[in-house]
């Protein structure tokens, strides 16, 4: 539930303020104000006038006196924000006002948070004051780690950056496989650490312990389990790794506040409960002796004519999850498709599908079924967590191509983009296949077998999922919403060569 609104009035990213320059308004004003600065300057707080090297913010609570002092040129990133959902957030994430913070604020991508406040502004797209209420909770939360760090941080080290990356990986291999019975033990070997420095060294990177860690994600899969499918409770239980059902009843009410029955009640639409099946298709095998060694990890293909929207749907591999509306429709070469409107609906599964640190190949037919969608950016694949993605298959208005889109980190949004060839025909389906070569550190984009671009890339990391199917998330909202048909989604866990993807293409087209 998303609560109560938060707004965001004004705005203003980088402006450059110029030397010696003295901001002392007698008054505040009617909202809160955050301000951050990225050199020398001079701020009041409660605490006095102090003067802060760089790297500062300060959060001004309504009516309170702003002032500051440059002694040079620096820039600043300034929003009023304000709601009665911004009250709740101060309290939850103990975020001070009136008082300068330091932290390491590169993180949080400020202005990225404010370009898409402003899109949203701009577009006022269905849901537009959720999608910023959800932009601000999560910049509020990513605020509120930084600040407790207490200091700017120094850039990590080669040994430092070397061992996120490999808790990044492990991590996602264990959120891939739930069903295991992990030991600290184990997964300390794994990236061979002792027990208690992997618990410490996991603790400081993702503020849990490896066992809590684990049971967030298990109680996580099993929500979206008890709320999409039929399966039983002792079923679920199992599916998602717990020891048994009354462990999962005491883990699942520790993190809900209810037991799993009473989550059912509330959260499973009727739809569900009237009856799911599995696609008549999951146990078939791939016909064509060309693809045997092209065996995918994942392959969905919706051509299930009596499945509907919001059931526990059973594919090849894994289950995908319809939401808001999303509904089969018709594919390429006389196959099956999902269709998504552009709005709010979207397919999901709850696993990463492939460890997105490694090489990867992802392919997908596409169709865009509005010439002018209104939305500048659409994604027909991605795989991300909570905050954003590390890659989106998609569409990119503005500039009239597909794209194939990674991000530099976990904690980095920033954006490298493998572009189409040429403007695509909207009317026609189109093979797209993004393939990241861990090997070569290189992204590369393919359009209908032909090679359209490739890119360096040289800082993957593993997203512990879930997989979305006609959407994305950035920063900590669901955006990018597919508007058309999605159809014959493979997921490879390796880079597959120029020759294996024109067999995919090839053998897609009935060839």
Same mark, same amino acid.
């Given at each position: 539930m998303l609560g109560e609104k938060i707004h965001v009035p004004i705005l203003c990213i980088r402006s450059s303020i110029a030397s010696e320059h003295l901001m002392d308004p007698l008054e505040g004003t009617s909202s809160y104000i955050f301000e951050y600065f990225d050199s020398q300057v001079e701020l009041e707080g409660e605490d006095g006038v102090r003067e802060y090297p760089g790297n500062v913010c300060i959060l001004y609570a309504p009516g309170q006196r702003q002032l500051y002092r440059t002694s040079k040129s620096v820039s600043h990133t300034w929003f009023h924000v304000s709601?009665?959902? !911004?009250? +709740?957030? !101060? $309290?939850?994430? +103990?975020?001070?006002?009136?008082?300068?913070?330091?932290?390491?604020?590169?993180?949080?991508?400020? =202005?990225? &948070?404010?370009?898409?406040?402003?899109?949203? *502004?701009?577009?006022?797209?269905?849901?537009?004051?959720?999608?910023?209420? #959800?932009?601000?909770?999560?910049?509020?939360?990513?605020?509120?780690?930084?600040?407790? *760090?207490?200091?700017?941080?120094?850039?990590?080290?080669?040994?430092?950056?070397?061992?996120?990356?490999?808790? $990044?990986?492990?991590?996602?291999?264990?959120?891939?496989?739930?069903?295991?019975?992990?030991?600290?033990? +184990?997964?300390?070997?794994?990236? *061979?650490?002792?027990?208690? *420095?992997?618990?410490?060294?996991? =603790?400081?990177? &993702?503020?849990?312990?490896?066992?809590?860690? #684990?049971?967030? =994600?298990?109680?996580?899969?099993?929500?979206?389990? !008890? $709320?999409?499918?039929?399966?039983?409770?002792?079923?679920?239980?199992?599916?998602?790794? &717990?020891?048994?059902?009354?462990?999962?009843?005491?883990?699942?009410?520790?993190?809900?506040?209810?037991?799993?029955?009473?989550?059912?009640?509330? +959260?499973?639409?009727?739809?569900?409960d009237e009856g799911a099946r599995p696609s008549a298709h999951a146990d078939e095998d791939v016909d064509d002796l060309s693809l045997l060694y092209l065996e995918p990890v994942g392959y969905w293909r919706f051509d299930d004519d009596e499945a509907g929207c919001d059931q526990d749907y059973h594919f090849r591999y894994s289950r995908a999850i319809f939401h808001h509306g999303a509904v089969l429709g018709s594919g390429p070469h006389g196959g099956g498709a999902l269709r998504v409107d552009g709005v709010r609906s979207y397919a999901e599964v709850a696993e990463p599908v492939v460890d997105t640190a490694q090489s990867f190949t992802v392919c997908a037919w596409v169709l865009i079924e509005d010439e002018d969608p209104g939305a500048e950016w659409m994604t027909a694949v991605s795989v991300g967590n909570d905050d954003h993605c590390s890659f989106y298959l998609q569409y990119c208005a503005p500039e009239d191509r597909f794209m194939f889109t990674v991000t530099y980190s976990e904690t980095d949004f920033t954006t490298i983009h493998a572009r189409g060839a040429a403007k695509p025909d909207k009317k026609r389906w189109t093979h797209l296949v993004g393939v990241h070569d861990g090997e070569k550190r290189q992204i590369t984009l393919w359009e209908n077998g032909e090679l359209s671009e490739t890119l360096p890339f040289e800082t993957p990391w593993a997203a512990p999922g879930p997989t979305r199917f006609g959407a994305g998330v950035y920063w900590g909202a669901l955006v990018d919403f597919w508007a058309g048909r999605i159809a014959e989604i493979r997921f490879f866990d390796r880079a597959l060569s120029p020759a294996e993807i024109r067999t995919v293409y090839g053998h897609s087209r009935g060839e």
């Open positions: 709601g009665e959902g !911004l009250e +709740e957030c !101060l $309290r939850r994430y +103990e975020i001070p006002t009136n008082r300068a913070m330091a932290g390491p604020f590169e993180s949080l991508a400020l =202005a990225t &948070f404010l370009e898409d406040v402003r899109r949203h *502004h701009v577009q006022r797209e269905p849901y537009w004051e959720d999608a910023v209420t #959800l932009l601000c909770r999560t910049f509020l939360r990513n605020l509120s780690r930084a600040i407790s *760090h207490g200091v700017v941080m120094a850039p990590p080290s080669l040994y430092q950056k070397e061992t996120l990356m490999s808790l $990044r990986r492990l991590r996602a291999h264990v959120h891939s496989n739930l069903k295991h019975r992990w030991s600290i033990d +184990e997964m300390a070997s794994l990236v *061979h650490m002792s027990s208690s *420095h992997y618990r410490k060294t996991f =603790a400081h990177y &993702f503020g849990a312990s490896p066992i809590e860690d #684990l049971i967030n =994600a298990r109680v996580r899969q099993s929500k979206l389990l !008890l $709320r999409n499918s039929t399966m039983s409770v002792t079923g679920i239980a199992e599916y998602c790794g &717990f020891t048994s059902a009354s462990q999962f009843h005491v883990c699942f009410r520790k993190h809900t506040g209810g037991s799993p029955g009473e989550f059912i009640k509330t +959260e499973r639409p009727l739809s569900v």
